[in-house]
């Protein structure tokens, strides 16, 4: 009898965990349901991207050009990152950039991070205006008198914000930095090149970048990988443009 008894209280206690075990199951998966229920209208938030400066080439002569690098301006949740400044020797150009900043209410100490695509000088003078801000260039990345080493030193990539992610790109230069911007306010995925791409033209007129470029294979390279990454492309010397599907099957974009 007592066995009998012990026999059936044991079934009642395994029936009573079987069924409690049910029960927490079912709340975890409702738990989890109304999570991811509650996830899918979360907005991702939106960077902005405004073109602080148009950047433009023209040959005034034999081995005289004028240039003008393209100055962009990043808002990414609060973070605000320059990209590229320009040529320190130009003084109308620095207040330029600093008053159309202003107009945007971005003073230099409100700039985080400034990204200079590439050495050349047309592109990086002036990051002396923000010396509170984190600068990259090449592989380094330094404030005020403080340098270490980025993470591009030894790897392709790396993020500074939920958006905002450098890439190299060798080619134009060797060291070479895009900047690609994800969730751009009413562009989806923008890349900002430097001279990876001078201008839309050079698309067509391959001499535009050839005849500037350090390691062609290496651009030609940096350039097909933008392309198949963007859906705008602002160039280090002319006006932003859309990367059309036609564009990305020139290129071997996998899935055009």
Known sequence: MKMRELTRQLSIFLSSMKRQKEIDESLAKSASEANDANNAFIPIPLATIRIIREGSVAQLGDNEYHLIASIVLISDNGTNIVVDTGLGTNSTGRTDMLQTLSNLNIRP???HYVVTTHGHPDHSGNTNDFPDAFHY???YVYRRTRFNFSHLFEDDAESITSNVRLLKTHGHSSDDISVIV????TLGTVAISGDVFMRKE???DPMIWTSLSANE???RESRRRLICIADYIVPGHGQIFAVTESIRKQHSC???
């Open 109 to 111: 100490i409100d700039v």
């Open 137 to 139: 260039a090449g592989n």
């Open 182 to 185: 994800n969730n751009a306010d």
């Open 202 to 204: 050079d698309l067509t």
């Open 217 to 219: 294979t290496q651009q």
């Open 254 to 256: 996998v899935g055009s």
